[in-house]
């Protein structure tokens, strides 16, 4: 199994960023995928999650400003980040596991992950 993300940046408030994840590996059709961020100093956070159906789930925080996606003939998933803020700044990881779920020790497989960085 293999996980990369890629698309992080430095991005000033407000702004928006795509972050991409491109799995191989495992069935990537038959997976659910999610992302999850670590900012500086702080633990490792559920942040958005997509079933193989398409059904999406948000952590509250990021709820209409995140939209996750998956484009199961290209093995990708991402993450549309708009609006951001000072607080989104962290690592984000993609994340492959069973269930999606805000228990990020549920999580088997993980990329390297993307820094994002919201500052002006």
């Known amino acids: 199994v293999q996980l990369v993300e890629s698309g992080g940046g430095l991005v000033q408030p407000g702004g928006s960023l795509r972050l991409s994840c491109a799995a191989s590996?495992?069935?990537?059709?038959?997976?659910?995928m999610s992302w999850a961020r670590q900012a500086p100093g702080k633990g490792l956070e559920w942040v958005s999650g997509?079933?193989?159906?398409?059904?999406?789930y948000y952590e509250e925080y990021v709820k209409g400003r995140f939209t996750i996606s998956r484009d199961n003939a290209k093995k990708m998933v991402y993450l549309q980040m708009n609006s951001l803020k000072p607080e989104d700044t962290a690592v984000y990881y993609c994340?492959?596991?069973?269930?999606?779920?805000?228990?990020?020790?549920?999580?088997?497989?993980w990329g390297q992950g993307t820094q994002v960085t919201v500052s002006s």
């Open positions: 997509i079933y193989k159906d398409g059904s999406t």
């Open positions: 994340a492959m596991g069973g269930v999606v779920t805000a228990n990020v020790n549920e999580y088997e497989y």
């Open positions: 590996g495992f069935t990537f059709s038959s997976s659910s």
